[in-house]
């Protein structure tokens, strides 16, 4: 079963394919993911990897948490699952979330 692991303090200029070969050297990589700002684009220097068996990410976070990529020491450690959000655009108010234009 594949494990996701957080990777943080990653270099803004840490790209999918420099994360992909780093961490294939503990194992078989499934997915890479570079979270970046929805509004700039750019990266907010954290991303997931997910590993191929919990083996392979166990090693990932052995050999790659404290090392250093591009100048930045990583963290890397097994992602928590995320938390629902709370929040947001929908209902509320002082009309009880009917949002009613008159």
Known sequence: MATKLFVGNLSFNATPADLESLFGQAGAVSSVNIISDKFTGQSRGFGFVEMGSNQEAQAAIERFNGYEMQGRAL????????????????????????????
């Not at 097994?78 to 234009?101: F, I, M, N, T, V």
């Open 75 to 102: 963290t890397v450690n097994e992602a928590k699952p995320q938390e629902p959000r709370s929040g947001g655009g929908g209902g509320g108010g002082a009309r009880g979330g009917r949002d009613r234009r008159w």
